[in-house]
C-alpha cells in the first residue's frame, strides 16, 4: 500500500518568513495530494490539494509544487503570521489504492513574533 | 458546517467496555472513513467504507467493528478488545472519485 513521509516533524519560525514542509510517497500510481490544517483539538480542514497532471498550484500565500518523477511533493507558506501555527498533514491518494487518503505524521508549525 | 457530524465530543469508557461513536453525513458522499489520532501522531485508518453495505479494513481495524446500513451513516463500535482506545477519533467522508475528504469535528475517547 501507500506509504507517506513527512518532514520535519516540527518547524519554528519567524513571523514573516517562509515554511517548507515535505512529503514522499511511495505509489506512482497515487494522483491526489492534499494539505491539510489542524488547530489543537480541532478537524484537519483542506488547505490546498494537487492532482499530478499539474506541478505547481498557488493560493496567496500558500503554494503546493509536485515532483511525480522524485514522488515528492510540498507545501510553501510564505509571509507566515502567528495564525497559521498549527499541525500540517499531506496526504496521497489514488485509484491504486481504493481512492482512500494516506497520510503523513503531520509537521507541528509555530510561528514565533 | 462541513455536513459531517459526529457525536459525542468527549466520551468515557469503563474498561472491558464497548462503545459505539456517532458518524453522520448529508454530503450525499459514497466513501466514508474513520481515523485514529494520537497525540503528536498522524491520522491512521481504522475502517472505510465505499459504499453501503460494504466496508473494508484500513491499518489498524483489530478491536473496532463498523456497520454501513445506510449511505448517510457509519458508525464506529470500540470493543473491549481495543486495548488502548483512548484516542481523539476523527470521521470523513469523500465522494468515490479522488478527492478530499470532509471531516466531521472529532471524538476524544478516553478509558477510565
Known amino acids: 500500500g501507500e506509504n507517506v513521509e513527512q518532514h520535519p516533524s516540527t518547524l519554528s519560525v519567524q513571523e514573516g518568513d517562509s515554511a517548507v514542509i515535505k512529503c514522499t510517497y511511495s505509489?506512482?500510481?497515487?494522483?491526489?495530494f492534499p494539505w491539510y490544517k489542524q488547530e489543537l483539538g480541532k478537524r484537519p480542514q483542506l488547505i490546498i490539494d494537487i492532482r499530478s497532471n499539474v506541478g505547481e498550484k498557488k493560493d496567496q500565500r500558500i503554494a503546493v509544487t509536485l515532483n511525480k518523477t522524485a514522488k515528492h511533493f510540498s507545501l510553501h507558506i510564505t509571509e507566515t503570521q502567528p495564525e497559521d501555527s498549527a499541525v500540517y498533514f499531506c496526504?496521497?491518494?489514488?485509484?491504486?489504492?481504493?481512492?482512500?487518503?494516506?497520510f503523513g505524521t503531520g509537521t507541528q508549525l509555530k510561528v514565533e513574533l | 458546517d462541513g455536513g459531517i457530524t459526529q457525536s459525542p465530543k468527549y466520551l468515557f469508557r469503563k474498561e472491558g467496555q464497548n462503545v459505539t461513536l456517532s458518524c453522520e453525513q448529508n454530503l450525499n458522499h459514497d466513501a466514508m472513513y474513520w481515523y485514529r489520532q494520537d497525540p503528536g501522531q498522524g491520522l491512521r485508518l481504522i475502517y472505510y467504507s465505499q459504499i453501503v453495505n460494504d466496508f473494508q479494513k484500513g491499518d489498524i481495524a483489530e478491536g473496532y467493528s463498523v456497520s454501513r446500513e445506510k449511505k448517510e451513516s457509519f458508525p464506529l463500535t470500540v470493543t473491549s478488545a481495543q486495548k488502548n482506545p483512548t484516542a481523539f477519533y476523527l470521521c470523513?467522508?469523500?465522494?468515490?472519485?479522488?478527492?478530499?475528504?470532509?471531516f466531521g469535528q472529532g471524538t476524544r475517547l478516553t478509558v477510565v
Open positions: 470523513a467522508s469523500s465522494t468515490n472519485l479522488v478527492s478530499e475528504g470532509a
Open positions: 496526504a496521497a491518494s489514488g485509484a491504486g489504492g481504493g481512492n482512500k487518503l494516506t
Open positions: 505509489d506512482s500510481a497515487s494522483n491526489y
